[in-house]
């Protein structure tokens, strides 16, 4: 244990973004890119899904991010083990977007979302947001938007395939054997998880898969059908028809921003005590990474990304060092992009147990809510149930309202100050805080 801490000490006094240290750690960081990726596909798969975007373009984000995640690694490091792609969190509110505005106008919903992340990034905003959106209330958004990913994906536990006839009687055969398989797959990556999450965290998934595939030569199953929509580069030019929704798609844009870059403070506050070699994360740097990511995405019609907490946590337990892995990750699943026929050999229900199974450690995230007090643990479930009946940003507002009002009502209740004052101490506040850490 002494000589591993002398190691460990030493590594942190050279420069880690040094081609020396890459290569020290290459073998080990290639490895755990190769494992990564066998968890990140098909939770791309799933998420693009869930965000009604086309497949194909939910992989290419994931791509597109981690090239620029390499790059910036180099002279910008934000951590250096996460891997980025496109968020589970995210998905519900990709798929309004969507729904709304139309997936033709969705790359500039990006391209705004990426230019209030500049500017959050610029003048280093992400520390004033924390104090705005409690990290508990953020829990509670997660977990409503679980819940809906969770309920999304249930019913292709029991789809019959295509053009199948569908018997009058539920529990046919057909069915009967699709729900026997989606159980067995159940069991199986759940007792692989719970064995194997802290040494090998991608077998789960890639046992669901092999399980799936081999099922689906003897059994009947939905399969999944990728569609190659050609990839191409255009400006993110909308083609709104009403100033509704040009305000609309500010305000939405914003939130997008605001949540996406919250949650990457958070998973870098994760990811920094997960490190091998205990390096500090600078969520800034990340910031800069995630917003030109998205700026580029929004050309080819992408996603949102950011540095997820599950597929940082695998390439940290599958052994990466550096942010090589990462380049890896986006090699491989550049090949899928251009091979897209491959990923035709993914069973639907293998997939499902994947996206429910995340949904529901999304809604469990509200056991973390515990440490702040009853009174997050309050908050934050009634933000999830909002968030889940009313819908993401309208219950996101009406929460954060209600937040604002009880805190404005206990202060002036307790420190029996004039309205006026308590305004200008929560100002005072920022001043203070700013002033410290600079």
């Not at 819940?147 to 529990?171: C, N, R």
């Not at 595939?213 to 580069?233: H, N, P, Q, T, Y």
């Not at 939130?255 to 403070?265: F, G, K």
């Amino acid at each position: 244990m002494e000589n591993k801490d002398i190691s460990i000490e030493q590594d942190q006094n050279i420069d880690h973004g040094s081609a020396a240290f890459v290569a020290k750690y290459a073998g080990r960081d290639i490895q755990a890119g190769i494992i990564t990726a066998t968890m990140a596909i098909p939770l791309s798969i799933g998420i693009a899904m869930m965000s009604d975007y086309p497949i194909q373009v939910g992989l290419a984000t994931v791509a597109f991010a981690s090239f620029i995640g390499f790059l910036f690694a180099w002279f910008r490091p934000g951590n250096f083990i996460g891997a980025p792609g496109i968020a589970a969190g995210l998905a519900p509110i990709l798929a309004i977007g969507v729904a709304t505005f139309g997936f033709e106008n969705m790359a500039f919903i990006i391209f705004m979302t990426a230019t209030f992340q500049a500017l959050i990034w610029k003048f280093d905003w992400q520390r004033y947001l924390l104090k705005a959106v409690p990290p508990y209330l953020v829990e509670g958004l997660l977990a409503g938007i679980g819940l809906k990913i969770a309920l999304k994906f249930l019913p292709y536990l029991w789809m019959l395939p295509v053009g199948m006839a569908v018997s009058e009687d539920f529990w046919a055969d057909s069915r009967v054997q699709v729900v026997a398989l989606s159980v067995i797959g159940a069991i199986l990556f759940l007792g692989l998880f719970k064995k194997f999450k802290n040494t090998k965290p991608a077998l789960p998934y890639f046992a669901l898969i092999v399980l799936g595939i081999v099922a689906s030569l003897f059994i009947d199953v939905r399969m999944l059908k990728v569609e190659d929509v050609g990839l191409s580069m255009r400006l993110p030019v909308p083609e709104f028809d009403s100033l509704y929704l040009w305000t609309y798609a500010i305000f939405f844009s914003l939130m997008l921003a605001v949540v996406d870059v919250i949650e990457q403070v958070m998973s870098n506050a994760a990811i920094e005590k997960i490190d091998p070699l205990k390096r500090p994360c600078n969520s800034n740097n990340s910031l800069f990474s995630i917003w030109v990511s998205n700026m580029g995405a929004s050309f080819f019609g992408g996603m949102t990304n950011l540095d997820g907490l599950a597929k940082s946590s695998t390439n940290r337990l599958a052994g990466a060092y550096t942010k090589l892995s990462v380049l890896v990750i986006g090699l491989l699943i550049t090949f899928f992009i251009f091979n897209v026929q491959y990923l035709d050999n993914l069973p639907y229900f293998s997939l499902a147990i994947i996206m429910i199974f995340v949904g529901i450690k999304m809604v469990l995230g509200l056991l973390h809510v515990a440490i702040y007090g009853p009174y997050a643990v309050l908050l934050a479930t009634v933000c999830g149930l909002l968030v889940f009946q009313v819908g993401i940003f309208e219950g996101l507002i009406i929460t954060l309202v209600v937040h604002a009002i009880i805190s404005y009502v206990i202060f002036s209740k307790i420190d029996s100050m004039p309205h006026a004052t308590i305004v200008g101490k929560y100002f005072q506040k920022f001043k203070e805080d700013e002033q410290e850490i600079n």
